[in-house]
């Protein structure tokens, strides 16, 4: 990568990042020190946690759509300037319906596909999978760095301070966005970046696509469900949220053992298999923690619980990406993180509606139920094959766009192609057989003479 590509994937790595915290950070401590309002209930932090999700699956796929009309930095300046107005709403609320509508403000800023397009538009073709590596490993980064860093704010400025803190970084975002991220050098073929209501309607109809967005919905139901139990199981053992980091710190890094050793068997097993063993690991450790009595019991099956999750959280996208056809990656992604914010949301309403009536454990056995559901749902899943993605650009000077057409479909390795005149671009969907630079001498071969 140049200078260029490299300063665009940290700043905005940095940028998205903010966005995960400010769903994860509240989420190790809120159903705890909500406690505080006066119109405290469990239903209330339930919305006040999922609400945030709520916003971002509704606008995830608008917000990118924008982007592409109005500019990258312009839709990720007014995401950023609305989650933090949410912050300072959500940080000065005096009542659980404030803290709602902070949240819910929050969740406006969906600026992923905005961010993921300006980092396609400002990285050239063959770096373009690096950049998005790094974003990738920073959002990976702040689950575990909001799981720390959430308990400990909210130890020294309580509640209101994770929301000012976020609504502070926010605005130095903004900062980074005008005088740090490079600008818009180019305009990258969108389809595998932006979504399309046309790609969306059609991918609807896909089964297999179907299967991993309902997943990643029950996964992140199945986390942010198990968020509202753990903080007041962990109280309830003597464990105040103050130093709940302390568990959570162990517990993390001992999950990351956990999560190499399924990514080691990537090369051994299926990844359909590797999916089932991941759910059944979730589901060991909601059963297991329901059943126990003291903290070392809770940390190992939380152990159990984030190896599951880890796994499930990292390769899910990658699984997506694989199954879109061709040019269809972008519409694909924004569907697939629609579905995963709304898991939060529903999780978050799940939660808040059953410990008005259950405890912690029972609620935990609930979720055993659901992933048992969600088993079902992915028994029948095709395996997924590992496919490279490419765009051949200038085929506008090419004379005999079907005849290209059939000439690529014909090469070794070409599993899907989408051939888009708008965009002068054919978007190749193939094995490691497929030769690029054969595909790119057939473009200029075939331009009128």
Same mark, same amino acid.
């Given at each position: 990568?140049?200078?260029?590509?490299?300063? +665009?994937?940290?700043?905005?790595?940095?940028?998205?990042?903010?966005?995960?915290?400010?769903?994860?950070?509240?989420?190790?401590?809120?159903?705890?020190?909500?406690?505080?309002?006066?119109?405290?209930?469990?239903?209330?932090?339930?919305?006040?946690?999922?609400? @945030?999700?709520?916003?971002?699956?509704?606008?995830?796929?608008?917000?990118?759509?924008?982007? &592409?009309?109005?500019?990258?930095?312009?839709?990720?300046?007014?995401?950023?300037?609305?989650?933090?107005?949410?912050?300072?709403?959500?940080?000065?609320?005096?009542?659980?319906?404030?803290?709602?509508?902070?949240?819910?403000?929050?969740?406006?800023?969906?600026?992923? /596909?905005?961010?993921?397009?300006?980092?396609?538009?400002?990285?050239?073709?063959?770096?373009?999978?690096?950049?998005? #590596?790094?974003?990738?490993?920073?959002?990976?980064?702040?689950?575990?760095?909001?799981?720390?860093?959430?308990?400990?704010?909210?130890? *020294?400025? /309580?509640?209101?301070?994770?929301?000012?803190?976020? +609504?502070?970084?926010?605005?130095?975002?903004?900062?980074?966005?005008?005088?740090?991220?490079?600008?818009?050098?180019?305009?990258?073929?969108?389809?595998?970046?932006?979504?399309?209501?046309? &790609?969306? #309607?059609?991918?609807?109809?896909?089964?297999?696509?179907?299967?991993?967005?309902?997943?990643?919905?029950?996964?992140?139901?199945?986390?942010?469900?198990?968020?509202?139990?753990?903080?007041?199981?962990?109280?309830?053992?003597? $464990?105040?949220?103050?130093?709940?980091?302390?568990?959570?710190?162990?517990?993390?890094?001992?999950?990351?053992?956990?999560?190499?050793?399924?990514? /080691?068997?990537?090369?051994?097993?299926?990844?359909?298999?590797?999916?089932?063993?991941?759910?059944? $690991?979730?589901?060991?450790?909601? +059963?297991?923690?329901?059943?126990?009595?003291?903290?070392?019991?809770?940390?190992?099956?939380?152990?159990?619980?984030?190896?599951?999750?880890? @796994?499930?959280?990292?390769?899910?996208?990658?699984?997506?990406?694989?199954?879109?056809?061709?040019?269809?990656?972008?519409?694909?992604?924004?569907?697939?993180?629609?579905?995963?914010?709304?898991? #939060?949301?529903?999780?978050?309403?799940?939660?808040?509606?059953?410990?008005?009536?259950?405890?912690?454990?029972?609620?935990?056995?609930?979720? *055993?139920?659901?992933?048992?559901?969600?088993?079902?749902?992915?028994?029948?899943?095709?395996?997924?094959?590992?496919?490279?993605? @490419?765009?051949?650009? /200038?085929?506008?000077? +090419?004379?005999? $766009?079907?005849?290209?057409?059939?000439?690529?479909?014909?090469?070794?390795?070409?599993?899907?192609?989408?051939?888009?005149?708008?965009?002068?671009?054919?978007? *190749?969907?193939?094995?490691?057989?497929?030769?690029?630079?054969?595909?790119?001498?057939?473009?200029?071969?075939?331009?009128?003479?």
């Amino acid at each position: 990568m140049n200078a260029t590509e490299l300063r +665009a994937a940290l700043s905005l790595a940095f940028i998205y990042v903010l966005r995960m915290l400010g769903l994860f950070m509240v989420m190790p401590v809120l159903a705890i020190l909500a406690q505080n309002y006066p119109d405290y209930s469990v239903l209330m932090v339930g919305i006040a946690i999922g609400g @945030y999700g709520l916003t971002q699956a509704l606008l995830q796929i608008p917000m990118g759509m924008l982007s &592409d009309k109005f500019g990258r930095k312009p839709i990720i300046v007014v995401g950023l300037l609305m989650f933090s107005l949410g912050s300072l709403i959500a940080g000065f609320a005096d009542n659980m319906w404030m803290l709602v509508l902070g949240r819910i403000l929050q969740g406006t800023g969906a600026i992923a /596909g905005a961010i993921m397009a300006l980092a396609a538009d400002v990285s050239r073709e063959n770096q373009r999978p690096k950049v998005m #590596a790094i974003i990738g490993i920073a959002i990976g980064f702040s689950f575990y760095l909001a799981l720390m860093i959430g308990p400990m704010i909210s130890n *020294v400025w /309580g509640l209101s301070g994770i929301f000012f803190v976020t +609504a502070v970084l926010a605005l130095l975002c903004i900062l980074i966005v005008g005088f740090v991220v490079p600008s818009q050098q180019n305009s990258a073929p969108s389809g595998d970046t932006l979504p399309t209501w046309k &790609d969306v #309607a059609k991918l609807f109809g896909d089964q297999q696509i179907q299967k991993m967005n309902l997943s990643v919905c029950l996964l992140h139901m199945m986390i942010t469900l198990f968020f509202m139990q753990l903080p007041v199981m962990l109280q309830q053992m003597g $464990l105040l949220v103050e130093v709940q980091w302390k568990l959570y710190l162990p517990v993390l890094l001992t999950s990351i053992l956990g999560l190499t050793v399924l990514m /080691g068997l990537n090369r051994k097993v299926s990844q359909k298999v590797l999916m089932l063993v991941s759910i059944f $690991l979730l589901m060991i450790a909601c +059963a297991g923690l329901s059943l126990s009595s003291s903290l070392y019991t809770v940390a190992a099956f939380a152990v159990i619980f984030f190896s599951g999750f880890n @796994y499930l959280e990292a390769n899910l996208p990658a699984w997506v990406s694989s199954i879109a056809p061709a040019g269809k990656k972008g519409s694909a992604m924004g569907m697939y993180a629609s579905f995963q914010f709304f898991g #939060a949301f529903l999780g978050g309403m799940l939660a808040g509606v059953l410990n008005q009536y259950f405890s912690p454990s029972e609620v935990l056995m609930f979720a *055993v139920g659901i992933l048992l559901v969600w088993t079902a749902i992915v028994y029948n899943l095709k395996s997924v094959s590992k496919y490279r993605r @490419y765009t051949l650009s /200038g085929v506008s000077g +090419a004379g005999d $766009l079907e005849v290209l057409k059939q000439q690529l479909l014909a090469m070794p390795g070409v599993v899907d192609l989408a051939l888009v005149t708008h965009e002068d671009s054919v978007y *190749v969907k193939a094995t490691a057989e497929f030769n690029l630079r054969q595909a790119q001498q057939l473009v200029l071969n075939t331009a009128p003479q």
